[in-house]
């Protein structure tokens, strides 16, 4: 499962890998998507955790 973000509907013209399986897009502007494999594994946890915070702080 891929998990991405995009912030602007342009052309992709570079990737750099933030970390591991962790990636921004960018075109001549600036960044334009982030793009993060295996989301299963790496983002959903993260969410789960934090919404769990939020329902014991009330």
Do not use: H, T
């Not at 342009?10 to 998507?33: A, P, R, S, T």
């Amino acid at each position: 499962m891929c998990f991405y973000i995009s912030i602007k509907d342009e052309d992709v013209e570079d990737m750099d890998e933030l970390g591991e399986d962790v990636f921004v897009e960018y075109n001549k502007d600036g960044g334009i998507g982030i793009e993060i494999w295996q989301a299963r594994k790496y983002v959903i946890p993260e969410i789960l955790k934090f919404i769990k915070a939020a329902k014991q702080v009330g």
